[in-house]
């Protein structure tokens, strides 16, 4: 309900697009296809996934067998992780918020982290994604964003 109230509020065409019958060129098609942000149903629907998300890759054992990551864990509070994963989501995915955290290469150095360490985390990712129903389609762009940072994160 609030999700749709905003993109009438902020996409005035969409007014008229609802008014149109369905068939020819209408407004609809001039509108701007909705970003993957509004697809996910905006801030909120997208931090209870990264809440999620964060909340199952902290305690994790496979992650945690390697002494950086376990580390790391242990001295970086979850509620920041989660902050600043939520604004990189939520801007990388055309949402109005800016993420000011470290480059990928640079918060993930020191971590050592492995492919099969990468590969449980797409597991976990995985899993959270089904657990909150979130379709097909953007479950497989939210993971080929998350692909792209693979080069900067993986130490091989
Ligand atoms: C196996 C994969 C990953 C592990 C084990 C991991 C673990 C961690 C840990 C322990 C930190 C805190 C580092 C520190 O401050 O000492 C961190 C920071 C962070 N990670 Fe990851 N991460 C992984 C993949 C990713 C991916 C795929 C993304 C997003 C696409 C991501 C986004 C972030 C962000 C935004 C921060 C905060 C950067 C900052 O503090 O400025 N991480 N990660």
Not at 21 to 45: C, F, N
Not at 50 to 66: G, K, Y
Not at 69 to 96: E, F
Request: glycine share 8%.
């Amino acid at each position: 309900m609030m999700t749709v109230t905003g993109k009438v509020l902020r996409h005035g065409l969409l007014v008229t697009a609802l008014a149109l019958p369905a068939s020819g060129v209408t407004a609809q098609d001039e509108t701007k296809p909705p970003s993957l942000y509004d697809r996910l149903g905006g801030l909120a629907p997208i931090t209870v996934v990264v809440s999620d998300f964060i909340d199952v890759l902290v305690p994790d054992e496979v992650l945690n067998a390697n002494p950086a990551i376990d580390a790391a864990r242990k001295a970086v509070p979850a509620p920041y992780l989660k902050y600043r994963v939520t604004s990189m989501v939520c801007q990388v995915t055309g949402g109005p918020c800016e993420y000011t955290g470290r480059d990928m290469k640079t918060a993930h150095a020191h971590l050592n982290i492995t492919a099969a360490e990468w590969d449980r985390m797409v597991e976990l990712f995985k899993q959270v994604l089904a657990k909150h129903q979130v379709p097909e389609a953007e479950s497989g762009e939210l993971l080929e964003i998350v692909g792209s940072t693979r080069g900067d994160i993986v130490d091989e």
